[in-house]
């Protein structure tokens, strides 16, 4: 592979990670959100049990118990939907973890390739410095024996 393609694939290979990086990380803030969220609901249905009309141990008129009632079944209603969005915020940051993954192995690979392709390079230069500094001591050594015919 052509050395500035290989370059521009592991721009390129940069670019996709990074971006994969920042919607893993989005992803994770928004899950963290919606369990923030669902604990404050929990939280607030705790309180309100706990302060329920019929725990004071006094009279209680109907409307206070209707109100009540219907105020518990209205922050049990948005403790179910915030149940689903956190899961579906814990789905989206997993699956948005697993791209960024996915994204870093690919641009792992492409390094390696890179990193390889160098030493073999490196190599390859190293043999023919090699030949040539053999070559030289040859002729070198040729030069200096005496009685050869010239």
Known sequence: MEPALLKLLIEMALERRDDAATR???????RDAA???L????????????R??????????VAQLATATHFDAKLVAAIHQQYGQHAQRAADAEARDASLQDRQRRLKALQTLEERRAQESARTAARREQRAL???ATQLSA????GKDR
């Open 39 to 50: 604990r404050t609901l929990t939280d607030y249905r705790e309180e309100s049990l706990s």
């Open 24 to 30: 893993a990380a989005g992803a994770r803030r928004e």
């Open 35 to 37: 369990a923030a969220t």
């Open 52 to 61: 329920a009309p019929v725990r004071g141990g006094g009279a209680v008129g």
């Open 143 to 146: 030069r200096k024996r005496p």
């Open 134 to 136: 053999d070559e030289s």
